[in-house]
């Protein structure tokens, strides 16, 4: 899988809280009422724990999983700073945070190879936030087979849908986003990745295992208070644009310099999905 660094993540951070959709994260709540273990894959530095963790109730025992050290490092650093108070309790951390209790272990785990290893502690809840996209529907069907043989809740966040809109116009808007979403369907580690259609995907996998599914926008709204998330949006929109070689890198190198010009705006398209199992 292609990494990310702890910088960027942070960056998008705020996007992607105030992207979410609060209705599925109330949905989510209300079908977890009682203590939740959770397991968060390709956890980055703990975003998607400090979005969900709020919601969810007082008693929380999460599993963070991710391929990279450094991620994992990073998301012990951050979440000890969120908390109000942390303790560490064995390789995990305990946090303490507006009357609630979070356990947080952390796993280093490739799941490139498939799923299974990260699931095998029974959770009530298996989440994800920025990840689908890069996966193929192979991989996407393991998930959803393990996750039902678990009898878990699945939600997901910010898979990426394809729809960009950009302003003010450029004349390369059509052909970079083209060249951009090629490039998405490349292997990522994972297969060939289903970028756009990786919701549908989710979707029909769970609902194939008797799950009730809801999905919901939850598009970036970036403007000039983003300005530094859109610049390094530009770069890499226009970088993977040109590896393709479907544009000129110079065509990229001028679209990605216009995109830096003051008053430039994007909304970037996300999906939210929620997947909650049949009645026992």
């Given amino acids: 899988m292609s990494g990310f660094s702890p910088d960027w993540l942070a960056l998008r951070e705020p996007a992607d809280h105030a992207a979410r959709d609060p209705g599925l994260v109330a949905a989510l709540a209300r079908v977890l009422p009682g203590p939740v273990r959770a397991v968060d894959l390709g956890c980055g530095s703990g975003s998607n724990l400090r979005a969900l963790a709020p919601h969810l109730g007082p008693d929380q025992d999460w599993v963070l999983v991710d391929h990279d050290p450094a991620l994992l490092i990073a998301a012990r650093s951050r979440l000890a700073a969120w908390a109000e108070r942390a303790e560490a309790a064995g390789d995990g951390l305990v946090l303490h945070r507006d009357g609630a209790r979070i356990a947080v272990r952390f796993s280093a785990l490739d799941l490139a190879a498939g799923p299974e290893a990260a699931?095998?502690?029974?959770?009530?809840l298996v989440t994800a936030a920025a990840l689908f996209d890069l996966v193929s529907e192979a991989w996407i069907a393991a998930l959803a087979r393990e996750v039902a043989a678990a009898g878990a809740v699945f939600y997901t966040a910010l898979t990426y849908d394809g729809a960009e809109e950009w302003t003010p116009p450029h004349p390369a808007d059509a052909a970079i986003h083209a060249a951009f979403l090629a490039h998405?369907?490349?292997?990522?580690?994972?297969?060939?990745?289903?970028?756009?259609?990786?919701?549908?995907?989710?979707?029909?996998?769970?609902?194939?295992?008797?799950?009730?599914?809801?999905?919901?926008?939850?598009?970036?709204?970036?403007?000039?208070?983003?300005?530094?998330?859109?610049?390094?949006l530009a770069e890499g929109t226009a970088r993977a644009a040109a590896e393709t070689g479907r544009v000129a890198a110079e065509a990229a190198e001028a679209w990605r310099e216009a995109r830096r010009a003051p008053g430039t705006g994007a909304v970037i398209g996300h999906r939210d999905l929620l997947?909650?199992?049949?009645?026992?």
């Fill in 119 to 124: 699931l095998s502690e029974a959770p009530h």
């Fill in 275 to 280: 997947a909650v199992p049949p009645p026992a």
């Fill in 184 to 232: 998405q369907g490349g292997d990522k580690g994972f297969g060939p990745s289903l970028g756009p259609a990786a919701t549908a995907a989710l979707a029909r996998a769970f609902q194939a295992h008797g799950y009730a599914v809801e999905t919901a926008n939850s598009p970036w709204r970036l403007g000039p208070g983003e300005a530094a998330l859109l610049h390094q």
